[in-house]
């Protein structure tokens, strides 16, 4: 049976079976695995023969288990995408419809690249945001580990000559002094108060709508940002999905999940609802967090049939602009970061030395 490009697709995921995988594969393994099957599929190799050159050359522990399984289930009958649908740690629902939209359209080897390039546009935000946060997260940590050494193992040397003084020690110093009795006395709850801050923090930043996410967004550097990453991460996703074929409305659902925004997933009910009514995309998409602009070449695109090149220009341009920003967030930083550890330093030692210049000037 031919499929008919004027009759629309209806993506439907497959039922939960009982029995998931628990595989999980990093995403860097994961796009070049796709990129691979992607090169193989478009040199006319067929899809069980692609599987076994990646499998003869498959290392690791997870990797040899997801290829025997996938041969395994294509052997008896079901299709690439149904097979994937057995992993959800490793496929997501937004991989699932390309592929399974490229099965229906007799254009795998396209949709197989297009995840890939999803993939990787994925990880190149990813790196952004490490870039921009791994910097303050590490003079953060060796502060602390200063602040702790100072009141752990230096403000105690201090504590006995100020009390032995008989003098008023001054307010700051009093605050130094409590402040290392409480750490030495409950040093060994510190392990335990860290890690279930981290437990929950995690949770709360994976939550699609946690306050915690909220908040972020509202942030003015951060979660201007962070919304920039989304739109670009929207448009590119909703531009793979109109490319493979997929109907507006499921691209735009998936956009919208894929995004990772909590501004994205309140607006997509109002989305399809507005696509459903026959407004035109572009009308659609008014009340979206994207540019003016943005909105411009959505309608340019659709009024022209070449939406899907528009929403990756938009892409493009809104990738860009979040590169110049991450430069000159991490170029303001630096000098702001450097600013912060050496003020708590200067607080601890000012702290310890103030007593100590009182007696000097008492005794002089």
């Known amino acids: 049976m031919q499929w008919n490009p004027d009759t629309p697709l209806t993506v439907t995921m497959p039922e939960t079976t009982p029995n998931r995988s628990r595989i999980r594969l990093p995403v860097e393994e994961l796009t070049r695995w796709l990129e691979q099957l992607a090169t193989l599929l478009s040199a006319g190799i067929s899809l069980p023969d692609c599987l076994q050159a990646q499998l003869r050359a498959a290392t690791g522990k997870h990797w040899p288990r997801l290829l025997t399984h996938l041969q395994e289930q294509l052997a008896m009958g079901l299709s690439l995408s149904e097979a994937m649908a057995e992993h959800p740690r490793v496929f997501d629902p937004f991989a699932l419809a390309l592929i399974r939209t490229g099965e229906r359209t007799g254009r795998l080897e396209l949709a197989v690249q297009r995840l890939a390039d999803s993939l990787e546009a994925r990880l190149r935000m990813r790196r952004q945001l490490q870039q921009i946060m791994t910097y303050p997260l590490v003079v953060l940590v060796v502060s602390l580990l200063i602040s702790g050494f100072l009141l752990g193992f230096v403000v105690p040397q201090f504590a006995g000559l100020f009390r032995d003084s008989g003098s008023q020690l001054p307010w700051l110093t009093e605050q130094l002094l409590h402040a290392s009795d409480l750490l030495r006395s409950h040093w060994q709850w510190l392990p335990l108060a860290v890690v279930p801050v981290f437990f929950v923090l995690r949770a709360a930043l994976r939550a699609d709508h946690a306050p915690l996410r909220r908040a972020l967004a509202r942030l003015p550097v951060l979660g201007t940002l962070w919304r920039q990453m989304a739109a670009a991460r929207w448009a590119t996703t909703l531009s793979l999905t109109t490319r493979v074929g997929l109907p507006i409305l499921e691209g735009l659902s998936l956009a919208a999940d894929n995004a990772g925004h909590p501004v994205f997933s309140q607006h997509r009910a109002a989305w399809l609802e507005g696509v459903r009514s026959g407004r035109r995309l572009?009308?659609?998409?008014?009340?979206?967090?994207?540019?003016?602009?943005?909105?411009?070449?959505?309608?340019?695109?659709?009024?022209?049939?070449?939406?899907?090149?528009?929403?990756?220009?938009?892409?493009?341009?809104?990738?860009?602009?979040?590169?110049?920003?991450?430069?000159?967030?991490?170029?303001?930083?630096?000098?702001?970061?450097?600013?912060?550890?050496?003020a708590v330093v200067g607080v601890l030692l000012l702290a310890m030395y103030m007593p100590i210049f009182r007696l000097a000037s008492t005794f002089g």
């Open 282 to 342: 572009a009308e659609v998409l008014a009340e979206a967090p994207l540019p003016p602009w943005a909105l411009q070449m959505i309608a340019a695109g659709q009024e022209s049939g070449a939406l899907d090149r528009m929403l990756e220009r938009c892409a493009e341009i809104l990738n860009d602009e979040v590169e110049r920003r991450v430069k000159r967030l991490q170029t303001l930083l630096e000098p702001a970061v450097m600013l912060i550890i050496g």
